[in-house]
């Protein structure tokens, strides 16, 4: 079956224009996961949906990050205002709910480049 | 402060061998940990996930362990193989089996030589 889709799968951007990242969840899983991947770091916790719950917000590092997810599928990461230090990998992950006994499910992520 | 080590950035051993990776973290009291493989270019891929009342799990050459009086975790690959070369994550739940995101480590680079 489908997994989890990321769009676009590379993005170049110019230092000050916003950007938007695009996840597809497999069809059923209620919870929804971003991270974010720097070169020899590990994956750092962004945002997080379960259901219909207000989402966790507390990894995300500045207000220029937001998410949002429609009719609890389609998630959209939006970064406002690119900085260098936002080039990164931005991965999307879906779990079939949020307790952490449920194994996630990663797409291939977005390779982000703010020159 | 809370944190999640994986001892080795990198592991070399030869094909065959046994493959030990290790996790280790403080000031967290996980229900739940889990084991992840990363290969270049790709989404980490689930392995195992071991629960706080589990010792020990296994999945055909994989093995893994958890301890949480030592707060530590061992992934084992019996009979490496070349294709076993992946950067291996351990992630552990970082709310105490309520639901939240994972917490991951920065992952061992594990290299099987033939």
């Known amino acids: 079956g489908a997994g989890v889709s990321q769009s676009p799968s590379n993005k170049v951007t110019e230092k000050g224009k916003d950007v938007e990242l695009r996840c597809d969840p497999i069809?059923?899983?209620?919870?929804l996961y971003w991270y974010r991947q720097s070169l020899g770091q590990g994956l750092e916790f962004l945002i997080y949906?379960?259901?219909?719950?207000?989402?966790?917000k507390s990894g995300l590092p500045s207000d220029r990050f937001s998410a949002e997810r429609t009719g609890g599928s389609v998630s959209t990461l939006t970064i406002q205002r690119t900085q260098q230090e936002d080039s990164a990998v931005y991965l999307c992950?879906?779990?079939?709910?949020?307790?952490?006994?449920?194994?996630?499910?990663f797409g291939p992520g977005t390779r982000l480049t703010v020159t | 402060s809370q944190k999640i080590e994986q001892n080795s950035e990198a592991l070399n051993i030869q094909e065959g061998k046994t493959a030990t990776l290790t996790c280790n973290y403080t000031?967290?009291?996980?229900?739940?940990l889990q084991w992840y493989r990363q290969d270049p270019g790709r989404g980490p891929v689930f392995l195992l996930l071991?629960?706080?009342?589990?010792k020990e799990k296994r999945k055909e050459r994989l093995k893994v362990t958890f301890d949480t009086t030592l707060k530590q975790s061992l992934f084992h690959i019996t009979a490496s193989q070349p294709a076993d070369s992946a950067t291996y994550l351990c992630?552990?739940?970082?709310?105490?089996?309520?639901?939240?995101?994972?917490?991951f480590g920065k992952g061992t680079k594990l290299s099987v030589k033939p």
């Open positions: 949906f379960q259901g219909n719950s207000a989402p966790d």
């Open positions: 992950a879906s779990s079939l709910d949020g307790g952490n006994y449920y194994e996630q499910y």
């Open positions: 069809s059923g899983h209620t919870a």
């Open positions: 071991i629960r706080e009342n589990e």
């Open positions: 000031n967290y009291s996980p229900a739940y």
């Open positions: 992630a552990l739940d970082g709310y105490g089996g309520s639901q939240g995101n994972l917490i």
